[in-house]
């Protein structure tokens, strides 16, 4: 018998085996040919065990050994495979027990999970299944992306055996994934909540909107996930994570399923009793929940879940006048007012028509003291005469307020006038519509050309830093509540960007702080 053919049969740890340069070299040949002998050797319960050791065992094990083993795991012996699920998964698994990984023994890691779930599935999710802690612990990894991959990988799996009638496969349902998320995000929001959007976002791009397992995310636990997310707007360092996952993945979940009558009904009553949260947000004096509240506002409105709605956005309209120095909230209500005048949203339309808003706006445009928001309300104007809704047409051009509005910013376009002189005519014109008592004008010091260049080039400046969207003919572009570094100027374009900086910041600072930052110069208040 030779030295090699003696090792094998004494069961001589792997490890030790390829220390002699002879005894590699016809490991190689006998592995290449998958030689019994060879097979009998690996599959014993000591080798098998020492192996995986050498492949999760970080502190005395060499990446060079589990790089070794890695390559004789993946080489499809299915005598060598049959034996590691038989007796080697718990001690493999428990790898999942670590805080801290090694990226390249991560990666040979979920390199073995992978084929073991590709080609053992039904005994990988009898054992996941078994195995209490399983799942939690995917869970607490989720940031890592490999092992997002496994997971959203195992579910694949899982609706491909569904598919072909497998029993006991349903591993997800059975180990309360969705419930594991949960608790996940009420323990540690601030670190599991981006892992979670974007594991929920993924699922999403994976799953028809109207399967069973979308719909079954926002029922489980009760609307636990509903629940959870609601509760976490509140905190200022991830509310804007929060919005975030509620407008990419639970709104578009709840629309898509609008026919599921009894799914709509369940789910309708999970939100009605946490939209109460909301509603209070916008009575807040705290502008960082007043900012959220907004937002949440507008994610039901882009994806048209009105029954949450109520008159929520005649609220919002309000919050222009209650915060007069917010440059940040102005371009959200103003963007989500444009989009529902450009969207032809009726059933809002309706509500905003009916509250008078053309005159709450002709009124916000004559207070008698420096505020921040009068180019949003132009821009709001100028969004209801652009709307191609034929009720908003027929209501502007029936109404002598609005008349009377569009003959009063022709001042504004007059060169001849100073952007100050233009100004006071434009106010004393719409108090006048408005039936308020009218002022004795009083006349202005000439100014030369200069001086009108100079003043109109400021009324430019005023206008751009505002809200840099031209009035007439404006398209505001779809929100998207996700952009995470939007300026003043893309806030514009796109108002209800829910920026986890920007709400962390404005919440920071008190209503004073505001007014003090935003006040204008002289000349700008001018």
């Keep these: 018998m030779s030295s090699f053919d003696q090792a094998l049969a004494d069961r001589l740890l792997l490890k030790d085996l390829l220390k002699n340069d002879d005894n590699e070299r016809q490991f190689r040949v006998a592995l290449r040919n998958k030689e019994e002998k060879l097979l009998g050797y690996l599959s014993h319960p000591a080798v098998l065990e020492d192996m995986v050791k050498a492949l999760v065992d970080e502190e005395d094990r060499s990446l060079q050994e589990a790089s070794e083993v890695l390559g004789i795991l993946l080489a499809n012996l299915d005598e060598v495979t049959v034996a590691f699920v038989s007796s080697q998964l718990p001690l493999f698994f428990s790898y999942l027990d670590r805080e801290a990984m090694n990226p390249r023994r991560l990666y040979y890691f979920l390199r073995v999970a992978s084929f073991l779930f590709q080609n053992k599935t039904p005994e990988l999710f009898a054992f996941v299944q078994k195995d209490e802690g399983f799942t939690s612990k995917l869970v607490n990894h989720l940031s890592s992306v490999h092992i997002m991959q496994l997971v959203l990988n195992m579910l694949k799996l899982e609706e491909q055996m569904k598919d072909l009638n497998i029993p006991d496969c349903d591993w997800s ?61 509140k905190l200022r360092s991830v509310s804007a994570e929060a919005i975030k996952l509620l407008d990419d993945v639970v709104f578009k979940v709840i629309m898509a399923n609008q026919e599921d009558e009894e799914f709509f009904t369940q789910v309708s009553g999970h ?49 222009i006048f209650r915060f007069p120095w917010s440059n940040i909230l102005h371009n ?34 004559v207070v008698d003291k420096p505020v921040g928001y009068l180019p ?35 001042f504004r376009n007059d060169k001849e006038l100073s952007f100050k002189e233009a100004e006071r005519r434009v106010v ?15 006349e202005e010091t000439p100014k030369t050309e200069e001086t009108v260049a100079t003043e109109n080039q400021t009324e430019e400046n005023v206008e751009e ?35 986890e900086q920007t709400t962390a910041e404005e919440s920071q600072v008190t209503p004073e702080e505001v007014l003090e930052e935003n006040k204008p110069t002289e000349e700008t208040e001018n």
């Design 173 to 233: 349902v059975k180990t309360n994934l969705i419930g594991q998320v949960v608790k996940a995000l009420q323990q540690s929001p601030a670190t599991n909540l981006e892992s979670v959007n974007k594991f929920m976002s993924e699922i999403c791009n994976s799953y028809n909107m109207n399967s069973f397992f979308m719909k079954s995310i926002l029922l489980a636990e009760d609307g636990g996930l509903i629940k959870t997310l609601v509760a976490l707007t």
């Design 271 to 319: 939100f009605q009793k946490e939209r109460e949260v909301f509603s209070q947000m916008l009575k807040s004096d705290s502008l960082g929940e007043v900012l959220v509240g907004v937002k949440f506002m507008h994610a039901l409105i882009k994806h048209r879940a009105l029954f949450l709605l109520g008159d929520g956005l005649i609220e919002v309209v309000g919050l």
């Design 376 to 410: 949003h309300l132009r821009m709001i104007a100028s969004a209801m005469v652009e709307s191609p809704a034929i009720s908003v047409q027929e209501y502007l051009s029936n109404e002598i307020l609005w008349q009377k509005y569009v003959e009063a910013m022709e």
């Design 465 to 499: 830093n505002a809200i840099p969207v031209e009035e007439k003919g404006t398209e505001v572009a779809k929100e998207d509540l996700t952009d995470d570094n939007s300026t003043t100027e893309e806030s514009a374009e796109t108002p209800v960007e829910a920026t």
């Design 332 to 365: 959200v209500i103003t963007g989500m007012i444009s989009h529902v005048f450009q969207n032809e949203e009726e059933e809002l339309i309706s509500q905003l028509l009916k509250a008078d808003l053309l005159r709450t706006i002709v009124e916000g445009l």
């Design 428 to 442: 004393a014109f719409l108090r006048e519509a408005l039936g308020y008592p009218t002022e004795t004008p009083q």
